[in-house]
């Protein structure tokens, strides 16, 4: 089983669409949560941090639930320029942390 | 205030060559990682380091591939006798502490092609 699991997609949606991406974890020692953007031959850039209160940036919205040990993002009214590569990535804890990244959800929005 | 510095961003080796990837961390952040994202795979952690100090290197091949942050300088991902399979994106990253509730910064990678 990955340590961080995510749909690949692509999720083709339109502008203005609102649009969820799921992850999953294994590690129940995971420490600290993150959305990472990549777009096509980039670098990763961090979105933005989760936290178990659920967190909010603009039209992101970001919920963990440490007990399904799920993690969530959501899009509202998806414009063009958010059409990239949305990375899980979890801080898998331990004496020498690391970053662990899911494959990635790849999103299209669309005219 | 500048980011995390990768070069070259795009290395070219015949087979059996060296490459070495070089990786000089945000400003004050003494943490650097090196990872590696295969064509259409994800990122996937190859070693942690701070100066001097190789800290976790659990995600090395255990052969041809070694990694250094020195005192002075950059950190240098180093790989011996190159093979088509090394053919990816390097990134590193680089924090100002473990990483525990902090987020990483990376660099723009470096694409090594193997011919």
């Known amino acids: 089983r990955k340590e961080v699991e995510q749909d690949p997609g692509p999720f083709n949606v339109p502008e203005g669409a609102t649009v969820a991406f799921n992850c999953t974890y294994s590690n129940s020692a995971s420490q600290s949560f993150f959305w990472y953007r990549q777009d096509c031959r980039k670098e990763p850039k961090l979105l933005m941090s989760v936290y178990s209160s659920g967190n909010e940036d603009g039209r992101f919205t970001a919920q963990l639930n440490r007990a399904s040990q799920y993690i969530s993002l959501l899009i509202r009214d998806s414009k063009l320029s958010d059409s990239a590569t949305y990375l899980c990535v979890v801080n898998s804890g331990g004496t020498a942390s690391k970053l662990t990244f899911g494959t990635g959800t790849r999103l299209q929005v669309t005219l | 205030n500048a980011g995390v510095m990768q070069n070259p961003r795009h290395l070219v080796r015949r087979r059996g060559q060296e490459a070495r990837l070089r990786c000089s961390p945000m400003k004050g952040h003494s943490h650097v990682y090196w990872y590696r994202q295969l064509p259409e795979e994800g990122l996937k952690f190859m070693v942690y380091?701070?100066?001097?100090?190789?800290?976790?290197e659990s995600g090395m091949p255990k052969e041809r591939f070694s990694a250094e942050f020195p005192k002075e300088g950059p950190s240098i991902l180093r790989i011996q006798q190159v093979v088509r399979g090394d053919s990816a994106a390097y990134f590193c990253?680089?924090?100002?502490?473990?990483?525990?509730?902090?987020?990483?910064?990376f660099g723009q990678g470096t694409r090594l092609t193997v011919v």
């Open positions: 380091l701070q100066k001097e100090n190789i800290i976790d």
């Open positions: 990253a680089s924090s100002p502490s473990r990483q525990g509730g902090l987020e990483a910064f």
